[in-house]
């Protein structure tokens, strides 16, 4: 049995300001996970959100529900 690995990347928006995290969507049809690290600390914990929690997520920072302060 084999297990597939998390391919990480960052964001092509990041522009490598520091502030970035990075996600592997490589894992969300075949274990229902995206998950997500710093890309400062790679060996750093990684939060496993369920897909519809990433999906969901995803489409409320692009509706700008997200906004600096």
């Known amino acids: 049995m084999?297990?597939?690995s998390p391919r990480w990347y960052k964001s092509s928006y990041s522009n490598n300001g520091g502030q970035c995290i990075e996600v592997a969507a490589n894992?969300?049809?075949t274990h229902g996970v995206v998950p997500i690290r710093d890309s400062k600390?790679?060996?750093?914990p990684v939060l496993n959100l369920p897909t519809d929690a990433f999906t969901t997520f995803v489409?409320?920072?692009k509706a700008g529900d997200w906004g600096t302060q």
């Open 27 to 29: 894992l969300a049809a």
């Open 2 to 4: 084999t297990t597939e």
């Open 59 to 61: 489409a409320s920072v």
């Open 41 to 44: 600390n790679p060996t750093g």
